[in-house]
T-cell receptor, first 113, second 114 residues
Framework: DTEVTQTPKHLVMGMTNKKSLKCEQH?????MYWYKQKAKKPPELMFVYSYEKLSINESVPSRFSPECPNSSLLNLHLHALQPEDSALYLCASSQEGWYTEAFFGQGTRLTVV | AQSVTQLDSHVSVSEGTPVLLRCNYS??????LFWYVQHPNKGLQLLLKYTSAATLVKGINGFEAEFKKSETSFHLTKPSAHMSDAAEYFCVVSPLDNFNKFYFGSGTKLNVKP
């Protein structure tokens, strides 16, 4: 199984809503990532978890809150988002170590209204 | 500091002709280098990766890339383009001193004309 599964595929939320994005992998990878991708732009790194601990936060606003409940799951909790937060949110995972690639999920298309 | 530059934002080729997508990197060490492809509204798929074992790397769907340290380049090529190759391509670098960071180039949109 070389898949990273993200749910939901599409999400529309209001600016006062609270929602969560979910990501799951069963490849035994110990590093997991959240990326944000705006239209016609490359993915931008948001968070990295390594061995279930947050290791990198790229100065992401606190309205985005990551969580890694176990080595297979990664969540991104959303609260009080702005319309400019509308984007494709990609989850990825990788083994720890040199020369290892990241495996990406299909993404969640988020629209904030 | 690590960075990656994709020299062309758009490349247009005719079906059956060669493809060349250019990528230059800057890194303090020989990094890990990757090419990913993204079809519209999809996630990213790995095409190939450089892991220092060989400078010419073969990937999926007939793509290959050559690592040239002297030129700090990792250009992606394919001998004959297919309509299904039309997509966005990203060159990605991962530094050896921070391998949990993947730095993306700005992307090259490949258009394949019939």
């Amino acid at each position: 199984d070389t898949e990273v599964t993200q749910t939901p595929k599409h999400l529309v939320m209001g600016m006062t809503n609270k929602k969560s994005l979910k990501c799951e992998q069963h490849m035994g990878h110990r590093a997991m990532y959240w990326y944000k991708q705006k239209a016609k732009k490359p993915p931008e790194l948001m968070f990295v978890y390594s061995y279930e601990k947050l290791s990198i936060n790229e100065s992401v606003p606190s309205r985005f809150s990551p969580e890694c409940p176990n080595s297979s799951l990664l969540n991104l909790h959303l609260h009080a988002l702005q319309p400019e937060d509308s984007a494709l949110y990609l989850c990825a995972s990788s083994q720890e170590g040199w020369y290892t690639e990241a495996f990406f999920g299909q993404g969640t298309r988020l629209t904030v209204v | 500091a690590q960075s990656v530059t994709q020299l062309d934002s758009h490349v247009s080729v005719s079906e059956g002709t060669p493809v060349l997508l250019r990528c230059n990197y800057s890194s303090s060490y020989s990094p890990s280098l990757f090419w990913y492809v993204q079809h519209p509204n999809k996630g990213l798929q790995l095409l190939l990766k450089y892991t220092s074992a060989a400078t010419l790397v073969k990937g999926i769907n007939g793509f290959e890339a050559e690592f040239k340290k002297s030129e700090t380049s990792f250009h992606l090529t394919k001998p004959s383009a297919h309509m299904s190759d039309a997509a966005e391509y990203f060159c990605v670098v991962s530094p050896l001193d921070n391998f949990n960071k993947f730095y993306f180039g700005s992307g090259t949109k490949l258009n394949v004309k019939p």
